[in-house]
């Protein structure tokens, strides 16, 4: 092709054609700009068709990841719920007075608020993060998926620290240990029934534990619905990408 276009400009300018010859470099000239810009073109596509498929891979984890934060939240929330339950039990018999019987082992072993794991799967944001790179597009869903990482999920994390390791540990196990006979796990025997029925130190520790753990269910509630809605947005954004 080359030799092609050297054998032109050399028969017009021997012919002594110059008009013809600057008209015919000119033209050159264009092709070759053309030519460029066609392959600038091509590879900014190339560009944007890889970076929306990462894209495109990026959101699938992130929703993966929080699908099963949400998993995780939900259980941490039904532990709440029933160790709040067991507490509310465990008030009325000894307001009422009522005598012991062996099903109230499990609800005592039902007020240690111990089995929680506030496990958040965060792998996808933070190599997100460390990439440096906007990987999303949507303004709107970056900051939203950003809010919940660092505002609620640093919230979570908070608590944990407050009602797990505070509160249990310095409060709630010091309180059981000295009151209870540990069966396993789940269940509990006071060490005497009668005194605990008396033990007004022991019920505002319960009242105040059920206190806690209805503002934990609470949190957990909202983290939620964030992660369902981040969950819709992201839907959206592939349905647009895809």
Known sequence: ML??????????????????????AVGEILLVVIGILIALQIDTWNNERNQQKLEIKSLKELRSDLQQSYIDIEADRNYFQSCTNSSQ???DVLENREPYVDSLSGHF???????????????????????????????????????????WVNLYKEIQNRFLVLHYENLVKPAFLSRFQFVDRWKMIPRNYILLLDD?????????????MAGVIQVQRSMMNEIESIVDEIDIELNTLE
Do not use: W
Not at 116 to 138: D, H, K, P
Not at 200 to 212: K, P, Y
């Open 3 to 24: 030799r092609f276009f050297r054998q032109i400009r050399q028969r017009l300018l021997s012919d002594g054609k110059f008009s013809k010859y600057l008209l015919y």
């Open 109 to 151: 072993g039902g007020l240690i608020p111990a089995g929680a794991t506030f496990s958040i799967n965060q792998s996808t944001f933070e190599n997100m993060r460390q990439t440096g790179e906007s990987l999303i597009g949507n303004d709107s869903l970056r900051i939203h998926v950003t809010n919940f990482y660092t505002s």
């Open 89 to 91: 039990i465990i008030l």
């Open 200 to 212: 007004q130190e022991f019920e505002q520790l319960i009242r105040f534990t059920a206190i806690q």
